[in-house]
């Protein structure tokens, strides 16, 4: 697709159909188009694509602090909730009352 007809901005697709994803277009300054290129270039990156999805999963992180926890917080609780239970009785409950009318008072 050509340039804009100020010629700042281009369109540039950044992805492509499988499973999981989908092809999405996105016009990008020539500023941006060459950030992206330069760090194709530098290695670090495959392609364009790598390079837009990190920058979302930033800003998406950056938005919403929890979302970078939830690994982390997941890979702690799921052994817990996947680990041998047993169910909790009367008696259970009989013995929590009596630790806590043991317990002094807080000042």
Partial sequence: MPPEPDGTCRLVD???VTRKSWVVQVTLTKDLET?????????GYADSSEVVREALRHLRNQDDPAEADSPALAELLLPA???RHRPLTPRHFDQLRLRARRKPARP
């Fill in 14 to 16: 950044i992805g492509w």
């Fill in 81 to 83: 909730v996947r680990g």
């Fill in 35 to 43: 950030f992206i290129a330069r760090k194709v270039r530098a290695g």
